[in-house]
């Protein structure tokens, strides 16, 4: 074992000499002879370059150039440093040193400060380095073009040993970095800290390198920092036109266990220096979950569904230029809802054109009530929140719905939203800077059908729409339970009004304002609804209207079972619409051999409704089994009737006789019975049946469904 120890010994004295020899060599190369060249450049490229010690040589574990104290700042602006390093480390190869050649390999970067900031008026510090590099470029081109050829004569190759900088790198390794970012217009600020890279055989025209990156990233927006982890095996192409990503993965860490995973595979490359970058990539993105990357950014925003916004998957190929992309195909699947389909982005190409956005998509179900947030736990907190909305509109972001163009086409099998059901619902919109053309909207809706137009002009001080279409085929009933659902019992001595049957209705509308309260007040709209038989329960109208009749001639109310719903055929009518006001006019329908006619109005602010209607009686009796009329008197006149309630006090009793109307009808008949009794007394008598007479009509629609006798004969 001697021999062993021998062998160690005489290694260490071998290394100790090696050592010695290249220490003795290297404090003969003074490598501050490079420094005042190496400030010029930097000074001829707008940089303020400060080294604030000397150079030196690094013996271990590598040999290196090393640079302390060093900042990098504007030209125009020495004591704004962007960039403070406590030290660069400049590793050099051995055996161009033995030549008195500097060959570097290496760069290690220890603990670099990057500031970054925005001032009041948008100008970024560095943009004096960039603006400084741009004129420089732009003066040496001007000079070359302006000095004439001259003749290029080979010179006297330098002696060897005579020293020189060449860069050939092979390692990079950044450590303990920071890079903040100040924005102090937008009053942003952010940080990337913990900054390690490290870069292995990036050598432009060499084989694929090995490139990690890891950094921790707070903000002003994020309440926990981020996680940034890269990992990369890339190559770079001569002359750095290109670059190939083989492939590239980025994983994010957040808050709650968010987590996003990047995976890239492909190439950047421009044919030279002038030419556009051309990109062909594949992009695979996983997010998860993706509530957790809300709670993230600082959103406080939660779905109404525990299921939703868990997972986020984009898969796609990417390519075109640096100024106009295309990702196509593309595929999207949120949780369980899965979209196919393209996307792509162009570049304003002039300061008077704007950027254009354009996506097209194919799904299958899509509920969107999961993804909204929960309903308001206590209708005081309802009603709260509405009156506040209403008390404060909001105004349109007139602004940035200016500035672009985009083109939107979707389309799904199923839409699920604010309770509705929707079959087959297409989208297509088109942005024109500030102008937005609805070119389709169209769906199955409750068994109906749904196509709509409009266009919204917000390229003014306030916006302009307009809209129209129509529904065609709908069920009145689903589209009621959707917009008027309520969880409170149903009261026992009333029962729910409600409407069935297949409904059209087709609709002009237009309105103008600044935010949404003038929308909403400026809103003038038109509707025609035509019906060919829909359903009004509870109360039965020829019900209603055999009672009168059997008090008028005295008869005995058939003995039947009244159903508690009254059949509208042929129902149409016209709705005018104006801010919150909705006049209903032209109302025509029929009940059996019965004519309802009238007009009304609805005010959805304070959410209640009144309308004046007229039922005629047109044959013998109201139908085949109802009431039949004696008196031809009764025949072809209108019945005055008068439904008026709140929304949410509508029942059975609501319409009752119009007691502004009856004198008119008792007054008129009266008349008549006067004048075949008395004749030339008539005007004496009338006063005294009158007031008679019209007690008998009260409370005469309050009746319930039992066999009443007829009332005494009238003197």
């Avoid at 004295?13 to 490079?34: E, P, R, T």
């Avoid at 986020?312 to 990702?327: A, F, N, R, W, Y």
């Avoid at 939203?417 to 088109?430: M, S, T």
Wanted: glycine share 8%.
């Amino acid at each position: 074992m001697a021999w062993i120890k021998r062998g160690l010994i005489t290694l260490v004295i071998l290394f100790a000499l090696f050592a010695g020899i290249i220490a003795w060599f290297l404090s003969g190369l003074d490598a501050n002879q490079y420094k005042p060249k190496i400030v010029q450049l930097a000074a001829d490229q707008g940089i303020a370059l400060t080294l604030d010690g000397d150079i030196g040589w690094q013996i271990w574990p590598n040999i290196a150039l090393k640079l302390e104290g060093v900042k990098v700042a504007p030209l125009l602006l020495p004591s704004e440093s962007l960039l403070e390093a406590e030290k660069v480390a400049v590793g050099v190869a051995l055996m161009p040193l033995l030549d008195k050649r500097i060959e570097a390999t290496e760069i290690t970067l220890l603990s670099p400060q990057v500031e970054l900031t925005v001032d009041q008026n948008g100008k970024g510090n560095w943009e004096l380095i960039t603006d400084a590099i741009e004129a420089k470029a732009k003066l040496d081109k001007q000079q070359t073009q302006e000095t004439p050829p001259t003749l290029d004569i080979p010179q006297k190759e330098e002696q060897a040993g005579s020293g020189g900088l060449e860069l050939a790198l092979e390692q990079l390794r950044l450590e303990d970095g920071v890079l903040r970012y100040v924005d102090k217009q937008a009053g942003s600020e952010y940080a990337i800290s913990k900054l390690h890279i490290s870069a292995d055989n990036v050598v432009p025209g060499g084989k694929p390198g090995d490139v990690r990156l890891r950094a921790e990233l707070t903000g002003s927006d994020f309440p926990e920092p981020v996680n940034v982890d890269i990992h990369s095996s890339l190559a770079i192409d001569e002359g750095l036109n290109g670059l190939r990503l083989q492939p590239a993965n980025i994983k994010l860490t957040g808050a709650e266990g968010a987590k996003a995973e990047i995976n890239l595979r492909g190439n950047v490359r421009r044919a030279k220096a002038e030419a556009p970058w051309q990109i062909q990539l594949n992009l695979n993105l996983d997010v998860a979950p993706i509530t957790g990357w809300l709670a993230a950014v600082g959103s406080e925003y939660t779905p109404q569904s525990s299921s939703a916004l868990k997972n986020l998957h984009i898969e796609s190929d990417v390519s075109g230029t640096d100024k106009q992309m295309s990702l196509q195909p593309l595929e999207l699947v949120l949780d369980n809802n899965k979209f196919s389909g393209s996307a792509s982005y162009q570049a304003a190409s002039s300061a008077k054109d704007v950027p254009s956005v354009s996506l097209n998509l194919k799904g299958g179900d899509l509920n969107v009530d999961d993804y909204l947030p929960p309903p308001v736990a206590t209708p005081e907190e309802n009603e709260l929140g509405a009156d506040i909305a209403a008390a404060q509109p909001v105004s349109l972001p007139l602004e940035s719905m200016r500035g672009f163009n985009a083109k939107l086409d979707l389309t799904l099998d199923k839409l699920h939203a604010l309770d509705f059901d929707i079959d087959k619902p297409q989208l297509a919109v088109n942005v024109t800077n500030g102008l937005y053309q609805l070119n389709k909207l169209a769906a199955g809706l409750y068994g109906g059908t749904l196509n709509s137009t409009g266009v919204f002009n917000a390229r003014g001080n306030s916006a302009r729409g307009e809209l129209s279409g129509g529904l065609t085929g709908v069920e009145i009933s689903k589209v009621q339970e959707a917009l008027f659902a309520s969880d409170e019992p149903e009261a026992a001595d009333q029962k729910k009004v409600t409407l069935s049957g297949k409904t059209d209705l087709t609709w002009v509308g237009q309105t103008n304002g600044a935010d949404t309260l003038a929308l909403q007040k400026n809103l003038r709209a038109a509707v025609q609804l035509n019906s060919k038989e829909l359903a009004l329960a509870p109360f039965n109208l020829e019900k209603g209207m055999c009672q009168l009749v059997s008090y008028a001639e005295k008869t005995t109310l058939p003995e039947k079972e009244w159903p508690a719903q009254t059949r509208l055929q042929d129902l149409r009518a016209s709705v005018n619409l104006t801010g919150d006001i909705a006049k209903v006019e032209g109302i025509n329908a029929g009940i059996e051999n019965i004519a309802l006619s009238g007009d009304g109005t609805v005010d959805l602010e304070q959410q209640k409704f009144d309308f004046a209607l007229g039922l005629a009686l047109v044959g013998d009796k109201t139908s085949g089994n109802g009431c039949s009329v004696q008196n031809d008197r009764w025949r072809n006149r209108a019945l005055p009737l008068r439904c008026n309630a709140k929304f949410s006090e509508a029942g059975a009793t609501t319409c009752k006789p119009d007691s502004r109307r009856l004198d008119d009808l008792i007054r008129d008949e009266l008349k008549y019975k006067a004048e075949k009794k008395y004749g030339d007394k008539v005007e004496e008598k009338t006063e005294e049946f009158k007031d008679k007479l019209k007690d008998k009509f009260k409370g005469l629609f309050n009746r319930d469904n039992k066999e009443e006798s007829p009332p005494e004969s009238t003197p």
